[in-house]
């Protein structure tokens, strides 16, 4: 808790009572949100929250609440009087969270954050799979009968062989 602050250049303080780029509109829980997925390995306090999000004590305690039933944040109760939350860093609503901070950010910056954390993720998390799923061959089958025509489009694995069926519907 004895960390510095940092003031933020005013022509930034637009985006910090707007978060997500307004997406999900400027309530606790939003800003709750944002302030915890920006610094998902700290140890939250209310209090801070309470500081940071420019909020009620009921009010950041209702939107940390629903923050745990949706699985985004774990509370630490050891201390009953001072109980402190964390980002449950298992969940994929954290990296979706994320990765739309980047979107939101590479929209407004003209910067590439988003296509860097999804490369990044893709080869940290689905590593050896990535590879397999990615060789491969498309087919499609245009299927000819009386009452009309069906495409069927396949992908033919390259390391297996085996095919999978991505859809079938009626073709022009």
Known sequence: MDEEI??????????????????FGNSVRARVVQEIVANPYRIHHPKELEGMTDSSPPSVR??????????????DSSDKQRPTYEVNLESKKLTALTLLSY????????TDLMNNAVLEHCVTQLGDSLVNL?????????????S??????AIQSASTNKGVQLSRGASA
């Not at 933020?8 to 997406?23: D, H, Q, S």
């Not at 209702?62 to 509370?75: E, F, M, Q, S, Y």
């Not at 990615?134 to 009386?146: K, M, Y």
């Open 6 to 23: 940092v003031e933020l250049p005013k022509e930034l303080t637009r985006f910090v009572r707007n978060p997500y780029g307004g997406l």
């Open 62 to 75: 209702g939107a940390l609440n629903t923050l745990i039933k949706l699985g985004l944040v774990i509370k």
């Open 103 to 110: 979107a939101i950010l590479d929209d407004r910056e003209g």
């Open 148 to 153: 009309g025509s069906t495409r069927i489009v």
């Open 134 to 146: 990615a060789v491969g061959r498309f087919i499609a089958f245009d299927i000819r009968n009386a």
